[in-house]
């Protein structure tokens, strides 16, 4: 199937993209999107950034950024597969896999509106990056979701729920962690 | 057909914006090869070490202030310095490294000039008497020229809550400005001429930097604070401007021809950096209190306060 033939679908008819993905289970043009769909933005941000003084952190953002998303992605694509299954999904986790890695595609739209919030003025560029990245995060995260609704057949309620579990999962972790942890500090012996 | 042609020029759209973006970097690094003038700030209680840094801010220690000076010395593109205080003064010892940066920078060559803002009084007139020409809005506080060591008595406070404190100390004058007992006259005149040496030196810090007379000076330099206007007239300030007339004065003083390109040194936090929020909290009277009270405003030794060592009868 061709390349161009998804990612226009991806942009204009997502579901019908996720539905070709999880048909044909593409994982190799899904890990040529996504690594383009990676690499480009973060060098785009790192050439919009470079001139002010923060450049340590622009090196630390940038390993971040990589590392962070190749695991969130591979080992995501694992975690939610195994999720939809308990949910009551119907794909694979190669099909998971592929969907989530062209749900990146969107994310190769911070380079030009980067590049027109450079041509805006001074006082408004930094208000115009931060809306842009966050328009970008919230089609990816849009996309995933559908990718995990189409790939597994579930409905949009329930994708949403297997996005989130991991979260909810963490979030009551960290809960029960700090709930030990007080009662052990209210325990300890106290000298008479 | 079609959607590999709107594929195509996405993608051709994307290409033209990141090489412009790239080009657009390097627009900015041949104008930074341009001769430059550096911002250098000086905020807050002046104190040695390193302060806290991290990766997202760094605040207080002049550490970082000479850092910055070394930098900016290095750089070969930056002709002028703008030293930008706004600080109530702090420890001798910090304004004096400090200071001796200043005159080495300007042993190099480099022109440096200071730009009070709201206050630049005691530490910070001490930076400021060390540049080439200073500059002060009419309103500063400026001036404060002289020294002092806090101490405190807490004699009758820990009777009235039963606080014993008792030292066990290898010299009779170990628990110098100890708060639990009053100063001795002995005491008090070791203090005082560590007082009068840090302030013989302060004067001359100043008779130095303003080629000023010593008599003149020392009649100033009763500790007294002056506005921007008053320091004009008595000589201790050279122009009444903000920090773009010092920007300005820099850039003739330096030679530098038409508008001088800047650059400012000291990390930015990612929040000022994209909202261009000021992430300084409290004003500098509350920092002079938090300060005082963790004694770190002092210019001799710190009252000692060890509460491992309260004993309550």
């Not at chain 1, 089609?139 to 729920?161: M, P």
């Not at chain 2, 200043?102 to 009070?116: C, E, W």
């Not at chain 2, 040194?265 to 509350?286: D, H, I, R, T, V």
Request: proline share 3%.
């Amino acid at each position: 199937m061709a390349i161009w033939d998804i990612l226009y679908d991806l942009l204009f008819e997502p579901r019908n993209a996720m539905r070709k993905v999880a048909e044909v289970k593409n994982a190799g043009q899904a890990v040529l999107i996504a690594l383009i769909s990676i690499f480009i933005p973060i060098f785009a941000v790192s050439f919009a950034i470079k001139d002010t003084s923060i450049t340590t952190l622009v090196h630390i953002m940038i390993g971040v950024k990589i590392v962070a998303s190749l695991l969130v992605w591979m080992i995501g694509s694992a975690i939610w597969n195994l999720i939809a299954e308990f949910f009551g999904g119907k794909g694979t986790a190669l099909g998971l896999f592929a969907g989530l890695g062209f749900a990146h595609f969107p994310r190769i739209f911070i380079v030009p509106l980067w590049a027109l919030a450079a041509l805006m003025p001074e006082s408004i560029q930094s208000l115009l990056m931060v809306i842009s990245v966050l328009l970008i995060l919230c089609w990816s995260v849009t996309l995933d979701v559908i990718a995990i609704k189409e790939i597994h057949q579930l409905s949009t309620a329930k994708a949403i729920l297997v996005m989130m579990t991991p979260l909810l999962v963490l979030g009551l972790l960290c809960f029960i962690t700090f709930i030990f942890i007080s009662s052990s500090l209210i325990n300890m012996p106290m000298w008479i | 057909m079609y959607k590999k042609s709107v594929i195509i020029v996405i993608s051709l759209l994307i290409l033209v914006s990141f090489v412009g973006l790239a080009f657009r970097n390097n627009d900015k690094q041949k104008v930074t090869q341009s001769e430059k003038i550096a911002i250098i700030y000086v905020e807050g209680v002046i104190v040695g070490g390193r302060g806290q840094n991290n990766v997202f801010s760094e605040q207080g220690g002049t550490d970082q202030v000479i850092k910055q000076l070394h930098e900016a010395r290095d750089d070969s593109s930056v002709k002028a310095v703008v030293l930008r205080i706004n600080s109530p003064g702090g420890s001798a010892a910090a304004s004096q490294e400090v200071g001796e940066e200043i005159k080495k920078m300007r042993l190099a060559g480099k022109v440096v000039v200071t730009s009070m803002a709201d206050v630049a009084a005691s530490g910070g007139y001490w930076l400021a008497a060390c540049t080439d020409k200073i500059y002060a809005n009419s309103t500063t506080m400026t001036g404060s020229i002289g020294v002092y060591v806090p101490y405190a008595n807490w004699e009758e406070l820990y009777k009235k809550v039963g606080i014993y404190q008792e030292k066990i100390k290898s010299g009779v004058h170990k628990d110098i400005l100890s708060p639990e007992r009053p100063m001795t006259s002995e005491e008090r005149a070791i203090i005082q001429v560590m007082v009068d040496d840090i302030y013989n030196q302060f004067v001359a810090v100043v008779v130095e930097g303003r080629k000023m007379d010593e008599i003149e000076v020392r009649k100033l330099a009763d500790g007294r604070i002056f506005t921007g206007n008053q320091a004009k007239q008595l000589g201790l300030v050279d122009e009444l401007g903000n920090m773009y007339d010092a920007i300005d004065g820099a850039a003739a003083l330096a030679g530098i021809s038409g508008k001088p390109v800047i650059k400012e040194y000291g990390k930015q936090s990612p929040w000022s950096m994209l909202f261009g929020a000021n992430g300084q909290a409290g004003s500098l009277l509350e920092q002079v209190i938090i300060n005082q009270a963790k004694n770190a405003l002092n210019i001799g030794a710190p009252t000692e306060l060890a509460t491992d060592k309260w004993q309550v009868r």
